[in-house]
Each structure stands twice: as structure tokens, then as C-alpha cells.
T-cell receptor
Framework: AQSVTQLGSHVSVSEGALVLLRCNYS??????LFWYVQYPNQGLQLLLK??????LVKGINGFEAEFKKSETSFHLTKPSAHMSDAAEYFC??????????FGAGTILRVKS | EAGVAQSPRYKIIEKRQSVAFWCNPI?????LYWYQQILGQGPKLLIQ????????DSQLPKDRFSAERLKGVDSTLKIQPAKLEDSAVYLC??????????????FGPGTRLLVL
């Protein structure tokens, strides 16, 4: 069975500071990994995905994530936080059949 | 390109009543998903369709939930009768034909259900 653990239900950073959101996965097969963002009262929007091509994946809005098989991790980073980055972020793992299994989410707060 | 459409956006009902949600996927997307997102949790897949056939409904509470996608396009999710614990956001998503695991799912805005 596949599962995702997101460490920290809430993360707070200052504007301009590094954003680091942690995600660890469990999968018995080579995983496909996704990060989605959800703004209040909206659906989920894809930030980036890992599909076994490159271990460092660049996404929209300046976000990137690195797949580390040895650590079973897929942490999301952004060098400099912006107020507009405040949202909830979900890490998800997918296997054959396209079924997504999501983590519990991390709410990012950006302080001015 | 139009995104995934859902209606209604909000619904308030009494327990034991019935409710239905509608989803129109992105044009040409063969795969459609319904997720339940309870407050403070990540979305959980309820049912997955490929065209008008069910691929996975293992987490659908079939004693009260039903879903259909009769013509392989629009889909309806129904709850009858509703319980308090059904209060959640119901998200619809769609993706292309392939089931490789790496297909991007595109999400609608969701329907927020409150059961009183």
C-alpha cells in the first residue's frame, strides 16, 4: 500500500525566507510523486510532479522538489517566500491506475 | 481551455436527507475521479471512472453513496441518506485516457457539504 506523511501541519515563514515543506512516502513500486496547492475555497492546482525523469523537479511559481529514493522523501522548496504563497500544500503518491494517495497537508503562513 | 466544473458550490442539508453533486470534466478527458476532503485531511478517493466504467470504488460507502457517468462525460455523485460525518468538500478531478500513474489530475473547485 502507498502512503504519504507530511511533517508539520503548519509552517510559518517570513516573506523572503526559504520555504521547506517536508514529504515522505511509502511505496512498494517506483512511485510517481506530486505536489498540489490549494487556496481557500478552491480546488487543487498542480505545482510539480516527479515521473522518474530527473530527480530535481521544477514547478510553477518558483517551487521545486527533489526526489531522494534513499530517504523516501520529496520535499518542496522555494528560495524566497512571497505573501501569495500562503495556502495549503499537499504531497501525493500515485501508482499504476492513477490513484492518488494524499498526505494530510501543510498550511503555509507567510509573515510580512 | 475550460477547467473542471462542479455544482453546486455549497449545500446545507439535514441528516437523513439526500443530496447530489454534478461534475463536468475537461473536454476529452476519459478518466474522472471523485474525492472526499474532510476538514484537516487530504483528499480521499471515493470512485474512479474510465469513460463510463468504474475503475476503482473500493473506498466508496456503497450503502449510502452512489455515482454514475452514463455517457462517459458528466458525472453525478449522490448521498442518500446523509450522515453528519459526510460533511466535507467533494472534489471532482479529471485526467487523460492513460492510467500510467503519472497523469496529471485537474481538479474542480469542489462542493462544500454541511450536514446538520
Amino acid at each position: 500500500a502507498q502512503s504519504v506523511t507530511q511533517l508539520g501541519s503548519h509552517v510559518s515563514v517570513s516573506e523572503g525566507a526559504l520555504v521547506l515543506l517536508r514529504c515522505n512516502y511509502s511505496s512498494s513500486v517506483p512511485p510517481y510523486l506530486f505536489w498540489y496547492v490549494q487556496y481557500p475555497n478552491q480546488g487543487l492546482q498542480l505545482l510539480l510532479k516527479y515521473t522518474s525523469a530527473a530527480t530535481l523537479v521544477k514547478g510553477i511559481n518558483g517551487f521545486e522538489a527533489e526526489f531522494k529514493k534513499s530517504e523516501t522523501s520529496f520535499h518542496l522548496t522555494k528560495p524566497s517566500a512571497h505573501m501569495s504563497d500562503a495556502a495549503e500544500y499537499f504531497c501525493a503518491v500515485s501508482g499504476k491506475g492513477n490513484k492518488l494517495v494524499f498526505g494530510a497537508g501543510t498550511i503555509l503562513r507567510v509573515k510580512s | 481551455e475550460a477547467g473542471v466544473a462542479q455544482s453546486p458550490r455549497y449545500k446545507i442539508i439535514e441528516k437523513r436527507q439526500s443530496v447530489a453533486f454534478w461534475c463536468n470534466p475537461i473536454s476529452g478527458h476519459a478518466t474522472l475521479y471523485w474525492y472526499q476532503q474532510i476538514l484537516g485531511q487530504g483528499p480521499k478517493l471515493l470512485i474512479q471512472f474510465q469513460n463510463n466504467g468504474v475503475v476503482d470504488d473500493s473506498q466508496l460507502p456503497k450503502d449510502r453513496f452512489s455515482a454514475e457517468r452514463l455517457k462517459g462525460v458528466d458525472s453525478t455523485l449522490k448521498i442518500q441518506p446523509a450522515k453528519l460525518e459526510d460533511s466535507a468538500v467533494y472534489l471532482c478531478a479529471s485526467s487523460s485516457q492513460a492510467l500510467s500513474g503519472q497523469e496529471t489530475q485537474y481538479f474542480g473547485p469542489g462542493t462544500r457539504l454541511l450536514v446538520l
